[in-house]
Every structure is written in structure tokens, then in C-alpha cells.
């Protein structure tokens, strides 16, 4: 399961099933798709870079730019 906290409010997101993402922020909670939209919980607003980087589209794990972070810019 992937998690992320926020470096500035300390809430964490965390990718649960359907590829949406769970943001508790000091307890309260909602469950956000990766365009931002809420779907349910008290918490109606969170980070969209945040719920992009947890629940959007993701390079596959056999790509080489995927692998450690790094990326060959010359080969672009």
C-alpha cells in the first residue's frame, strides 16, 4: 500500500483499492480520485499533486526510467 505525508499539513495519503486515495488529515478523513474529485469523508479538499503522484498514471516497472528515479534526458 502506498503512502505519502505532506510535507507541509502532515496529513497522509494513502492509495487504497479502486486506485483512489484516502487523505487523513488530523482525523479527518475522505477518499479522493487522482483528479481531485471527492467521493466521500468529511475531508472535502486535499493536495492534487499529492493524490496525482499516489493514484495517477504510473510507467510501467520494466521501463528503464522508471527504475531508481532515473532518466537518460539524451535519449529523449
Given at each position: 500500500m502506498?503512502?505519502?505525508?505532506?510535507?507541509?499539513?502532515?496529513?497522509?495519503?494513502?492509495?487504497v483499492?479502486?486506485?483512489?486515495?484516502?487523505?487523513?488529515?488530523?482525523?479527518?478523513?475522505?477518499?479522493?480520485?487522482?483528479?481531485?474529485?471527492?467521493?466521500?469523508?468529511?475531508?472535502?479538499?486535499?493536495d492534487?499533486?499529492?493524490?496525482?503522484?499516489?493514484?495517477?498514471?504510473?510507467?510501467?516497472?520494466?521501463?528503464?526510467?522508471?527504475?531508481?528515479?532515473?532518466?537518460?534526458?539524451?535519449?529523449?
Amino acid at each position: 500500500m502506498a503512502q505519502l505525508r505532506h510535507p507541509i499539513s502532515g496529513a497522509m495519503y494513502t492509495l487504497v483499492e479502486g486506485g483512489l486515495v484516502e487523505v487523513d488529515n488530523n482525523g479527518l478523513k475522505g477518499l479522493f480520485d487522482a483528479e481531485g474529485r471527492h467521493h466521500s469523508g468529511e475531508l472535502t479538499h486535499a493536495d492534487p499533486h499529492m493524490l496525482v503522484w499516489l493514484a495517477g498514471p504510473q510507467l510501467p516497472a520494466d521501463d528503464p526510467k522508471a527504475q531508481k528515479g532515473q532518466r537518460n534526458w539524451a535519449e529523449d
